[in-house]
């Protein structure tokens, strides 16, 4: 079965950086775009970042110039590298896997049909 398993995050100071990993496993990584989210308290969830099947990226306005997407796809895992963090980056980080038609970017949550457990990330002042 289809399987995400994410790893990373923790608490930082505003500036500082992390690096979140979703590893995937149950079906062929390579074939599929891939995206993470985020949801604080209170809040919507909104997308962060995707990364489709050639590697190109899509980055939320908000996290532009800060974060960079990537894909390891010999290991199966998707990476978010998160620098110059913000207080207003503190959430809950989840990352996605596209559903199988889809090819362009989009941070629509009904195209995505796979889920992590999530990994809380916390910047403070």
């Known amino acids: 079965q289809v399987q995400l398993v994410q790893s990373g995050g923790g608490s930082v100071q505003s500036g500082g950086s992390l690096r979140l990993s979703c590893a995937a496993s149950g079906y062929t990584y390579a074939e599929y775009c891939m995206a993470w989210f985020r949801q604080a308290p209170g809040k919507e969830r909104e997308g962060v970042a995707f990364?489709?099947?050639?590697?190109?990226?899509t980055y939320a306005d908000s996290v532009k110039g800060r974060f960079t997407l990537s894909r390891d796809n010999a290991k199966n895992t998707l990476y978010l590298q998160m620098n110059s963090l913000k207080p207003g980056d503190t959430a809950m980080y989840y990352c996605?896997?596209?559903?199988?038609?889809?090819?362009?970017?989009?941070?629509?949550?009904?195209?995505?049909?796979?889920w992590g457990q999530g990994t809380q990330v916390t910047v403070s002042s």
């Open positions: 996605a896997r596209c559903r199988p038609w889809l090819r362009r970017p989009t941070f629509n949550l009904d195209h995505y049909n796979y």
């Open positions: 990364i489709g099947i050639d590697g190109s990226t």
